[in-house]
């Protein structure tokens, strides 16, 4: 009965998938939770599992069905959206963590678990930047293990996604960044993990319970001490398949940003984030965010003091405060996730 009840509440997110964890997973739960304390990319971003082992396929949107004019006795026929077929592939993201036995030991017993638990927990940050670094560079052509990330997806000379794309005129070598606008969806641009995985989003967390004999060389001589494990995990990819409900602003040069938005020569950041909107469905802006770097969004902070900004305010997801433009959530992550130094893309 149980498992019933966990298949039919199928989670969308990282926090119903932590919710869906048991006590008795300690380790895998503070891990997760940690990740999400840690990186807003998945406040809104929607999970679930693929369909194709390792992979996702689908069908990258081109048309639309629009039905057809009849009269009486005239009937109607069928019609199917139509799209390009693309199987998107998951990346698989794998570390331990490393305790001196003694070490933990030497803890007083009763906070022995909750001291292992602490230190496996600082490794979550590394790792959740990491992953969401590859969810956005990710790529196959050079590294046969990554999953395509959504950078090379939505690029101005995809014959598909290059209409989705906004060049803010950047011309800085190795300068630019990116502000991306996702409109969630678990049938079209949803994150995935594999088909026969975890059933915790693809992530796993295994804590060896006895230590094992691990050798070192200090100064060229051998050393060895008995050291505690615990294995990491996670599988996990990104699959967009209507273009409609994507949006990239490219090149925005990041030696020219400027508090205010008036700023001769400054990107006009304002400008950009409404165009961007107004390329979305308005269906999709109850479901759709944001991402860029804590450099943009410290640059949008300050623009709130300008007055004439009223539609940029503070808002909250998740219990998380972010800046938010027309009541679009405006996710920040580091520069070392989204960069400031990206090469300046080319606009056919």
């Known amino acids: 009965?149980?498992?019933?009840?966990?298949?039919?509440?199928?989670?969308?997110?990282?926090?119903?998938?932590?919710?869906?964890?048991g006590d008795k997973d300690l380790s895998r739960k503070v891990f997760l939770h940690t990740i999400r304390d840690y990186m807003p990319f998945f406040d809104q971003a929607v999970i679930v599992r693929g369909n194709d082992g390792m992979g996702d396929k689908g069908q990258i949107v081109t048309g639309y069905p629009e039905g057809e004019?009849?009269?009486?006795?005239?009937?109607?026929?069928?019609?199917?959206?139509?799209?390009?077929?693309?199987?998107?592939?998951?990346?698989?993201?794998?570390?331990?963590?490393?305790?001196?036995?003694?070490?933990?030991?030497?803890?007083p017993e009763k906070d022995r678990n909750s001291w292992r638990l602490r230190r496996d927990a600082a490794f979550a940050r590394g790792f959740a930047r990491a992953t969401v670094r590859n969810i956005f560079y990710g790529d196959p052509a050079t590294d046969k293990n990554s999953c395509r990330g959504i950078f090379n997806i939505i690029r101005p000379d995809d014959?598909?996604?290059?209409?989705?794309c906004i060049n803010a005129g950047g011309a800085t070598a190795d300068k630019q960044t990116s502000i991306v606008l996702i409109g969630w969806d678990p049938a079209y641009n949803y994150l995935f993990y594999p088909q026969y995985g975890s059933s915790t989003g693809g992530f796993e967390s295994k804590p060896h319970l006895q230590p094992v004999r691990v050798s070192?060389?200090?100064?060229?001589?051998?050393?060895?001490?008995?050291?505690?494990?615990?294995?990491?995990?996670?599988?996990?990819?990104?699959?967009?398949?209507?273009?409609?409900?994507?949006?990239?602003?490219?090149?925005?040069?990041?030696?020219?940003?400027?508090?205010?938005?008036?700023?001769?020569?400054a990107p006009d950041l304002i400008d950009l984030l409404t165009q961007a909107v107004n390329m979305l469905p308005d269906e999709y802006k109850g479901r759709c965010a944001?991402?860029?770097?804590?450099?943009?969004?410290?640059?949008?902070?300050?623009?709130?003091?300008?007055?004439d900004n009223v539609l940029l305010n503070i808002g909250e997801v998740a219990g998380r405060?972010?800046?938010?433009?027309?009541?679009?959530p405006i996710h920040?992550?580091?520069?070392?996730?989204?960069?400031?130094?990206?090469p300046v893309l080319s606009f056919a």
């Not at 009965?1 to 964890?21: F, G, H, K």
């Not at 014959?159 to 989705?164: H, I, M, N, T």
């Not at 920040?332 to 990206?342: Q, T």
Request: charged share 25%.
């Open 290 to 307: 944001f991402y860029c770097n804590d450099t943009i969004t410290g640059v949008l902070r300050r623009q709130i003091n300008n007055k």
């Open 1 to 21: 009965m149980a498992d019933s009840i966990i298949s039919d509440v199928r989670p969308t997110n990282l926090a119903e998938y932590e919710s869906l964890i």
């Open 69 to 107: 004019l009849h009269g009486y006795n005239e009937g109607w026929g069928s019609e199917v959206v139509t799209g390009n077929n693309v199987r998107y592939t998951c990346s698989r993201r794998s570390s331990s963590n490393t305790i001196d036995a003694d070490e933990y030991n030497d803890q």
């Open 216 to 265: 070192k060389l200090v100064n060229g001589v051998g050393k060895h001490y008995w050291a505690l494990e615990t294995d990491f995990r996670w599988d996990i990819g990104v699959a967009i398949y209507d273009p409609l409900t994507v949006v990239r602003i490219c090149n925005i040069d990041t030696t020219k940003l400027s508090k205010s938005n008036k700023t001769t020569g």
């Open 159 to 164: 014959p598909v996604f290059g209409e989705r």
């Open 332 to 342: 920040k992550l580091g520069s070392d996730v989204i960069r400031n130094a990206d």
């Open 321 to 328: 405060k972010v800046t938010a433009w027309d009541g679009i």
